[in-house]
């Protein structure tokens, strides 16, 4: 549906065109010193919150959102909406802002295609991923009320904020879970609620709304939480003096990270397949096809379970040329090991904490890739010669042609 031409005002096409020029103090001095209207629309039907989420501007986005820009009005041409535009970005920080700030998933554009969709038809897949693994802080707040017949609520309420940034994590890596844990102990103190929650969350989220994706992935949640109460519980029975909850779990970031001498971290498949067995709802498509993908590979092959899990959550195909750290999942880990260059993280701790497994291939990786640039530069010299000859044209070559 075409908008029809609006006559903006002198102040209303300074503010689009200091939003286009990303000139924040004077979009701020336009909307608090001028009488302005936040949801003006230009000839395209485009609002100034529109614009700022198509640049990526979080900062922008936030200003305008404050004062009081309508995170749902769409009268673009095409029928985009503020969340189409920012996926098309690919500004995750911006996606979940409007998130947060009430933007429909739902809604779709003048070719039927929702803000997931236009997304993964740019390649912005990490967008993709922030959009389908979003749910609302209402749904976790619900839990730290008293319904029903209840005589205390299932989750405190100090635990609202922090189980809802777990509940849309994109990176589901089970270390990175673990870490997470490590930075809300909060988890681990009140860990059957928290397991409680999701649980319901993931019966809620298939029976209720038929999100297979949600469920897959609350399910996952869950099975890594009791895993981690059940292994710090029996380490601390073992043990004679009592370590923190933070180590403990150290222990056992490292327990799966543990690899054979094929490079297989049999641990942590063994974790993920029983993970993945114990899923309740068998009719569930996309647990069907993990459980196909999962049947047709030998554990000995380089796709793991755990790859084969994040990727399904974080819609990021292997094929992808994004770099994951080697021990939390996470991608554009651009930190390499400065000795083989053959794995990356995505900071230090994350390095230091691979260090002990990885000590053991580091050596031989690194006369690989020794071995490897070694026969790339032969390769080049050897073009390089066959280049030159090609070009140089003898001097009779022009007398003979004639």
Same mark, same amino acid.
């Given at each position: 549906?075409?908008?029809?031409?609006?006559?903006?005002?002198?102040?209303?096409?300074?503010?689009?065109?200091?939003?286009?020029?990303?000139?924040?103090?004077?979009?701020?001095?336009?909307?608090?010193?001028?009488?302005?209207?936040?949801?003006?629309?230009?000839?395209?039907?485009?609002?100034?919150?529109?614009?700022?989420?198509?640049?990526?501007?979080?900062?922008?986005?936030? *200003? $305008? /959102?404050?004062? &009081? @820009?309508? !995170?749902?009005? %769409?009268?673009?041409?095409?029928?985009?909406? +503020?969340? =189409?535009? #920012?996926?098309?970005?690919?500004?995750?920080?911006?996606?979940? *802002? $409007? /998130?947060?700030? &009430? @933007?429909? !998933?739902?809604? %779709?554009?003048?070719?039927?295609?929702?803000? +997931?969709? =236009?997304? #993964?038809?740019?390649?912005?897949?990490?967008?993709?991923?922030?959009?389908?693994?979003?749910?609302?802080?209402?749904?976790?707040?619900?839990?730290?009320?008293?319904?029903?017949?209840?005589?205390?609520?299932?989750?405190?309420?100090?635990?609202?904020?922090?189980?809802?940034?777990?509940?849309?994590?994109?990176?589901?890596?089970?270390?990175?879970?673990?870490?997470?844990?490590?930075?809300?102990?909060?988890?681990?103190?009140?860990?059957?609620?928290?397991?409680?929650?999701?649980?319901?969350?993931?019966?809620?989220?298939?029976?209720?709304?038929?999100?297979?994706?949600?469920?897959?992935?609350?399910?996952?949640?869950?099975?890594?939480?009791?895993?981690?109460?059940?292994?710090?519980?029996?380490?601390?029975?073992?043990?004679?003096?009592?370590?923190?909850?933070?180590?403990?779990?150290?222990?056992?970031?490292?327990?799966?990270?543990?690899?054979?001498?094929?490079?297989?971290?049999?641990?942590?498949?063994?974790?993920?397949?029983?993970?993945?067995?114990?899923?309740?709802?068998?009719?569930?498509?996309?647990?069907?096809?993990?459980?196909?993908?999962?049947?047709?590979?030998?554990?000995?092959?380089?796709?793991?379970?755990?790859?084969?899990?994040?990727?399904?959550?974080?819609?990021?195909?292997?094929?992808?040329?994004?770099?994951?750290?080697?021990?939390?999942?996470?991608?554009?880990?651009?930190?390499?090991?400065?000795?083989?260059?053959?794995?990356?993280?995505?900071?230090?701790?994350?390095?230091?904490?691979?260090?002990?497994?990885?000590?053991?291939?580091?050596?031989?990786?690194?006369?690989?890739?020794?071995?490897?640039?070694?026969?790339?530069?032969?390769?080049?010299?050897?073009?390089?010669?066959?280049?030159?000859?090609?070009?140089?044209?003898?001097?009779?070559?022009?007398?003979?042609?004639?």
């Amino acid at each position: 549906m075409a908008s029809s031409k609006v006559e903006l005002t002198s102040q209303e096409k300074e503010l689009f065109k200091y939003t286009n020029e990303r000139k924040y103090e004077e979009v701020k001095r336009l909307l608090t010193t001028e009488n302005l209207s936040v949801n003006c629309v230009d000839d395209d039907g485009m609002t100034p919150l529109q614009h700022a989420a198509y640049k990526g501007d979080y900062k922008l986005c936030k *200003l $305008l /959102l404050d004062c &009081g @820009a309508d !995170v749902n009005l %769409t009268r673009h041409s095409s029928q985009y909406s +503020s969340l =189409m535009f #920012a996926g098309l970005s690919g500004k995750v920080d911006v996606v979940t *802002l $409007l /998130l947060e700030n &009430g @933007a429909s !998933v739902s809604s %779709t554009n003048s070719i039927n295609k929702t803000a +997931s969709q =236009m997304a #993964a038809f740019v390649g912005n897949h990490n967008a993709v991923s922030a959009i389908n693994n979003f749910i609302k802080s209402e749904e976790i707040e619900y839990f730290t009320q008293i319904n029903g017949l209840e005589t205390e609520p299932k989750l405190p309420s100090h635990l609202c904020q922090v189980v809802h940034k777990m509940a849309i994590m994109t990176n589901i890596h089970p270390v990175r879970i673990a870490m997470y844990i490590q930075n809300n102990l909060s988890i681990l103190e009140n860990i059957q609620k928290v397991i409680k929650v999701f649980d319901l969350l993931r019966e809620k989220k298939y029976k209720d709304e038929g999100n297979e994706l949600l469920s897959l992935k609350f399910h996952h949640l869950a099975f890594v939480l009791s895993y981690c109460e059940k292994f710090c519980g029996e380490l601390k029975t073992k043990q004679a003096k009592a370590d923190s909850d933070k180590d403990l779990l150290t222990v056992l970031i490292k327990h799966w990270l543990k690899s054979d001498k094929n490079g297989l971290q049999e641990k942590l498949e063994n974790f993920l397949r029983q993970d993945i067995k114990e899923y309740p709802f068998l009719n569930n498509t996309l647990f069907q096809q993990l459980v196909r993908t999962l049947t047709s590979q030998n554990v000995s092959n380089d796709v793991a379970a755990v790859s084969i899990l994040t990727d399904m959550i974080s819609h990021q195909r292997s094929s992808d040329e994004v770099y994951l750290c080697c021990t939390c999942g996470e991608p554009y880990a651009e930190k390499k090991c400065s000795a083989c260059k053959a794995v990356h993280y995505c900071d230090k701790n994350c390095q230091k904490l691979h260090w002990f497994s990885h000590k053991l291939a580091c050596p031989e990786l690194s006369k690989l890739n020794k071995e490897t640039k070694s026969d790339e530069q032969i390769t080049s010299t050897k073009c390089d010669e066959s280049q030159s000859s090609s070009s140089a044209v003898p001097s009779d070559c022009g007398n003979e042609s004639k």
